[in-house]
């Protein structure tokens, strides 16, 4: 069984999947995609990192020359990236029961003809403001600007290599609203009704 | 339990929500809630259905004066029914079991504080037109501009009267998309686990 979890910024939706890949025994995949990608590239690896989950701004366009793959080359660290992610998620799919925490898994997936759940996990604004306030020690103010501009640049992301809408119910089979029962008994629901199917 | 559905035009929301219903032994409310509502006010019944389900539309204002309630004085017919529904969702969810079919009931209800489970139901756009065709013997053409129109009318309608957003997942307990499962399947395992909470 293969979850993917798309999520608002400060949903909750990276620890629901942890819990639920923790609860069921799955892989649990979220931002060690990077690192499993570092491997297949030979550009600089914080660039990398810097391009994670992030569409490239045709503003700032790098174009890179990857040694290694002939297939990456001229490409934005951010096209090579959301190519390698490509490769991988499949890859990985195609081995054990695992979780994906967002990076298009849920497309990339679909178009590899995977069978995969897909959830998105959303919370009303203010409750994600005031649980990234209570996580970063930050002001509301730049609290308000960050889980803006992250929802931006994932919306973005997504929408631009998908050619979907981020966040829309039709894209995903279930969305789930996490200030209802809260982050742990959200995990709790979805591992029990998961196992079950 | 009360159960609230949002939906998206032609994605079944309302066979689910009866399914459901049927399935749990639960009162249903669709339309009927329009009938209901014609017995608490004297305008004239074809103007409260007009009214249905729809913001008023400003540039054609026309103002009511109703002989029997006065507090729906001077209001449009659409303002006239979300009032009226207002109390009548309210009165009916401390009676008995139910399911409601759109009309902001999850909004009403919640502002009355009364506990419901609320769920949207989506499809994608393709499947919705498809469906849509099939129901109502129509050409694609005349059903891809019903069902951006039906779904347009349905956003305005709620977006005025809650001050929410329609369709999103943060203002519902659960989204679902019902191309996955299908139509029948989707209200089985729905009312499946409604049935265990």
Known sequence: MIICIGREFGSGGHEIGKEVADR???????????????????????ELERADEKKHNPWLHRIWYDAQNEELRGLSAN?????????????????????????????????????????????????????KMGLLRMNEKSTITLVRKTDKERKAYYDYYTGRSWGKPHNYDFCINSSNYG????????AEKLAQM
Chains 1, 2 share one sequence.
């Open 24 to 46: 069921l025994g799955f892989i649990f995949y979220d931002r060690t995609l990077v690192e499993e990608a570092l491997s297949r590239s030979t550009i600089p690896p914080e």
């Open 183 to 190: 982050i742990q008994r959200t995990a709790e629901v979805l």
């Open 79 to 131: 096209d090579m990236l959301f190519s390698i992610h490509s490769q991988l998620i499949t890859e990985l799919a195609s081995e054990d029961n695992c979780v994906f925490i967002g990076r298009c898994a849920d497309y990339i997936l679909q178009n590899a003809g995977i069978e995969r759940i897909s959830l998105f996990i959303a919370a009303p604004f203010q409750d994600r403001v005031k649980r």
